[in-house]
């Protein structure tokens, strides 16, 4: 039975009981439940596994050497979901102590599985918006890294901070304006689009994208925060309607020619 096969009464009881269970592990300087929980073949065990992490973490300051020194030693655990859940783990401690987890993150970005790489890509997300000086000043060391993927993942990890805030990872996006792969350019187009539709945001990008060189980049990406603001996509989130963007973007890129 998984998690949300269960009533809401005993997801909550049994949340606690997860998070009881990791708390007696880790004061008997021990990690069996922590390995049970962070192996579980259910997305939402593993969830309620790594937030319990961090609410002992944030609570029992008595616990956190305990806490890290576990976490480091199942971060090479041969199973994929366990290194996958220590990730997240980390990213909860990220949000206000990174320094303590960024070796997690450093390692964890070559890791073999897509798994594990895109919970670093999580991560990364809410600890850049919760805690962004220490964790974008990280990322703009690994932003022009030679693995695409590893760009890849920066370029996707970041996104969230640039959703409120997007001059402040609009400089690290700016850096693979010319990275001729695939992958790279599609998520670096994918995140301009999803860091312009909230209420003052569409400006600062705009502002920028003019001083990209690129220039079939930045088509590729006014396209996508055109469509960003569609009905089919975020019409019902956005500060501005489709047509007001349209307008915007012809006042700003005046000449700019987007038929195909």
Known sequence: MGYYDLSKQERVALTAEIQHEMQQDLEK???IALVTYFSNEDTYIRKAAYLGIGR???????????????LTLLHTHENEFVRHTVVNAAGEIGMFQFKKVVHFFDT??????HRVRNAVIGSVKKMSQKNPVPVLAWAKKHIDHDSTEIRREICHG???RGRTHPQDILPLLKTLQFDDQKRVRDTLIHVLGQISYKKGCLTTVLNDLKKWKDQALVKEALLEIIDVHSEKRY?????LTQQQVVLAIEKQFDGVDFSN
């Open 108 to 113: 964890s970005l070559h890791d073999a599985h």
């Open 158 to 160: 970041i996104e969230l």
């Open 56 to 70: 002992i973490y944030n609570a029992m300051p008595s616990l956190r050497v305990s806490i890290l020194h576990h």
């Open 29 to 31: 300087e021990q990690h």
């Open 235 to 239: 019409a019902k989130f956005t500060a």
